[in-house]
């Protein structure tokens, strides 16, 4: 890998968010809300909404807000929320912490399971587990995430009541608390994962047992357990990390309706409220927020397809 490909792909991702930038400035100023109403209410003086206005710098021409605006971002300002009257910045990277834990626990959760699946799948390719975990798969994928909430709720936490049904605790303050917060969140979330990286893992790992260089191996007497773990699934998991960085923007927006399930403060619920109140910093802010996030993990997963597999040369 050469820095002139690392350099490419930086400039890929700041071009990616640029645009990103115009789609959601662009969008924000054809919605029908006027900020300065929004603020001062249906009954504000014309007077008083043309001071909010030169207050908020919309009495300028939009692509003047538009420069400011992105100058702002540039430097970590995302300006001012209308609706709490607070940095924007530091509420949304809070928020944001709290939907990347949630999201950690559940990728980690995902390849804890959905990997061992695979590759059980792929071993016994055509028997009893195989048919099972493409069984579970499918049942998985057939359930969207309000359904998996609802009934891991009333059996979790109405029916045994082994654990909390709703709400957020730091692990600073009640580890084990905020650990069983997040366990719940985690499963529902985790569940379509797993249902679709297994499948994707067994896909992969049928593929490379059926390679030369494993039944070389095989005919060499290496053990099966090193043949698997050493040699086929090197090479099985390299399109699975495709799945996994595509699956981070699945769980940036799909989380939305988990963390609302749940109560969980995190940016999706965050920008739920932003949207309601017609907050335009918070709604614009987010969105950048969560693009960023999703650029960055695409980049990690090319550098990680160079790691894995030392035949990929970038030019």
């Known amino acids: 890998m050469t820095g002139h490909y690392l350099l490419k792909r930086l400039l890929l991702v700041c071009y990616t968010l ?19 109403v929004t603020l001062l ?25 538009y ?9 970590g300002d ?14 949304l990277l809070g928020a944001l912490s709290r939907s990347l834990l949630l999201a950690a626990c559940a990728l980690l959760l995902m390849l ?12 016994r390719r055509g028997r009893f587990a195989d048919l099972l975990v493409s069984v579970l798969s499918y049942i998985g994928i057939s359930f969207p995430e309000f359904v998996t909430a609802t009934l891991l709720l009333l059996l979790f936490a109405d029916v045994w009541q082994l654990l909390p049904a709703t709400g957020y605790v730091p692990l600073s303050e009640d580890f084990w608390g905020g650990v069983s917060h997040l366990i719940l969140p985690s499963v529902t979330v985790a569940m379509i994962l797993v249902a679709h990286v297994s499948r994707m893992v067994r896909s992969e790992m049928v593929d490379v047992l059926h390679t030369d260089y494993i039944r070389a191996a095989w005919l ?9 773990w050493r040699h086929a699934l090197r ?14 923007g699945y769980l940036l927006g799909g989380i ?21 109140a017609r907050d335009l910093p918070t709604i614009q802010g987010g969105v950048m927020i969560l693009a960023a996030t999703y650029s960055i993990v695409n980049f990690l997963a090319d550098l990680a397809y160079a790691l894995l597999d030392k035949r990929i040369q970038y030019a």
């Open 235 to 248: 090479n099985g998991l390299l399109p699975t990390i495709t799945i996994v960085a595509l699956d981070v």
């Open 67 to 75: 420069w400011h605006w992105l100058s702002a971002i540039v430097q």
């Open 41 to 65: 209410g249906q009954n504000a003086t014309p007077e008083a909404l043309a001071a909010v206005r030169a207050r908020l710098g919309l009495d300028v021409p939009a692509w003047q807000q």
């Open 112 to 123: 804890v399971v959905a990997v061992p699946l695979g590759i059980w799948a792929a071993v």
């Open 220 to 228: 060499k007497g290496l053990s099966r357990r090193r043949i698997l």
């Open 256 to 276: 939305v309706v988990v963390e609302e399930i749940f109560a969980i403060p995190g940016i999706g619920r965050e920008l739920i409220v932003a949207v309601e």
């Open 78 to 91: 995302f300006g001012t929320s209308m609706r709490t009257n607070l940095p924007v910045g530091p509420t």
């Open 18 to 36: 640029l645009v990103v930038s115009l789609l959601v400035f662009g969008i924000t100023q054809l919605l029908p809300a006027d900020a300065a």
